[in-house]
């Protein structure tokens, strides 16, 4: 059974810094693209970052580089280090992820990590 599990969610103070991880677990044969969404309350779901298998990153443009998205392929994590945190970041933040196992190709989500950035 393939597993994501978010951490490294929390409360910070606006201008904070935060590093959010992904660890797929399971019988994993291997991890393709993966990426991050945020859903804000009343809001819906966005694309943070995305990465593929050889390490190309893609970011959504309100990000406005102070997201940093990298990948552990030995490990099969992902990390979001997010720098110059504003209020308007607070959401739960969701690891997506194409994994092959047993099952073959599937895609996953992680149940979600909470940031709020407030004073």
């Known amino acids: 059974q393939v597993q994501l599990v978010e951490s490294g969610g929390g409360l910070v103070q606006p201008g904070g810094s935060l590093r959010l991880s992904c660890a797929a677990s399971g019988s994993i044969f291997g991890v393709n693209n993966m990426a991050w969404y945020r859903r804000a309350p009343g809001k819906e779901r966005q694309l943070v970052a995305s990465?593929?298998?050889?390490?190309?990153?893609n970011y959504a443009d309100f990000v406005e580089g102070r997201f940093t998205l990298s990948r552990d392929n030995a490990k099969n994590t992902m990390y979001l280090q997010i720098n110059s945190l504003k209020p308007e970041d607070t959401a739960v933040y969701y690891c997506?992820?194409?994994?092959?196992?047993?099952?073959?190709?599937?895609?996953?989500w992680g149940q979600g990590t909470q940031v709020t950035v407030s004073s």
């Open positions: 997506n992820a194409d994994v092959l196992s047993a099952l073959g190709l599937r895609n996953y």
């Open positions: 990465i593929t298998g050889s390490g190309r990153t």
